[in-house]
């Protein structure tokens, strides 16, 4: 919407692009969403005698994909990803969903996996885990039913699973001593040529992986957390789950922020600093667990604030808002919910954003 006024000025309202409005552009160097997807693209396939190997990008691979490219790369496959996400790849699996109050970024998984089968995989590898990494922040370290065991739905109401080698094996990742023999016991019964020192060191090779790419995304976080303080930036915590740095899911959030000249992390380049504490609900989930460290720690720093993504029929996260906002509120920090779905209209997170930053400028 254009509106006119007197002396040639006009006010344009409801476009979802500034950029050819405001002549900004958003710094994607403060910006921990934009690297953490730069870094997943990173991971080429390297050619393998034993064939191609899709890995569906979705949901808990959005954290878990250098493990298994480096894991199923040492073994000699070729390992590919599936394209970013978009309407049109929604649209590939839409018709296999089997219910429609699941969670968004799982409705896109059906897309993945059918984008993956249309582009010839021999192999798809989408394991169920019904354990994360221990990262000792909380009682249990789960994975939410929906992350942990959506293959079990994906080979049941995706009849076109059945073209390909489907693997959706149950793994333990969480415990690196025994992770060698089980996923040898699991792997040798869909590729009996595989050895045991084969997977041996392909697991190895993947824990320093996994490692590594930790690492980096903590260097890189603590790099914007210093050039923020450097340059008396506002430091957002745009905190959630790991696929919430899909395009396709957040729709721009991040780019949209940071155009506000704030400096955008994740929680978990914070949720480290903080100690296990105790908290007023059950802390089991890994995800979760870092949420409610990444708010107490936020709690302390004057130049940060929490804005919580919270994905539409997410149940478990009826839990993680009333926690979050309590160690906020407790801390005089306010508390700031985004729900996100299919949906991409972003006029409403402007209005609350912008009402974030004016109650931290009276404040």
Request: glycine share 6%.
């Amino acid at each position: 919407t254009i509106n006119s006024f007197g002396g040639g000025r006009k006010f344009i309202a409801g476009n979802r692009c500034e950029r050819p409005i405001t002549k900004r552009v958003p710094s994607n160097d403060m910006n921990m969403y934009s690297y953490k997807l730069k870094l997943l693209d990173s991971y080429k396939p390297v050619e393998g005698v034993r064939g191609k190997l899709g890995i569906p990008m979705g949901l808990n691979m959005y954290e878990l994909y250098p493990f298994w490219y480096r894991f199923f790369t040492e073994l000699k496959f070729e390992v590919f990803k599936s394209p970013h996400s978009s309407r049109k790849l929604y649209q590939r699996g839409q018709q296999t969903i089997p219910s429609d109050t699941v969670c968004f970024p799982a409705k896109l998984m059906h897309g993945h996996v059918q984008t993956l089968i249309d582009q010839g995989a021999e192999t798809i590898f989408y394991p169920c885990l019904t354990y994360n990494f221990d990262e000792h922040l909380g009682d249990n370290h789960y994975n939410c039913p929906v992350v942990a065991y959506y293959p079990e739905v994906i080979k049941n109401n995706m009849k076109d699973i059945n073209k390909v080698h489907f693997i959706k094996d149950y793994f333990g990742i969480h415990r690196p001593k025994d992770f060698p023999n089980k996923a040898y016991e699991k792997l040798s019964f869909h590729f009996p040529d595989l050895t045991l020192n084969e997977v041996r060191i392909a697991a190895k090779k993947a824990y320093e992986e996994q490692d590594n790419y930790r690492k980096k995304v903590i260097a890189k976080g603590n790099e914007i957390i210093e050039k923020a303080e450097k340059e008396g930036k506002l430091i957002f915590v745009l905190a959630g789950r790991p696929y919430h740095i899909d395009p396709e899911i957040n729709h721009g959030i991040d780019k949209l922020i940071s155009g506000f000249n704030v400096a955008i992390i994740s929680e978990d380049v914070v949720s480290p600093r903080v100690e296990k504490f105790n908290t007023h609900v059950l802390n089991q989930w890994t995800y979760h667990s870092r949420l409610y460290a990444a708010a107490k720690y936020v709690s302390t720093r004057k130049d940060m604030e929490l804005v919580q993504l919270v994905s539409f029929g997410c149940g478990v996260d009826a839990i993680t808002t009333d926690e979050v906002r309590e160690i906020l509120e407790r801390n005089n920090k306010i508390y700031t919910q985004i729900k996100i779905d299919e949906i991409t209209n972003l006029g409403a997170v402007k209005i609350r954003i912008r009402s974030l930053l004016a109650a931290i400028d009276n404040d």
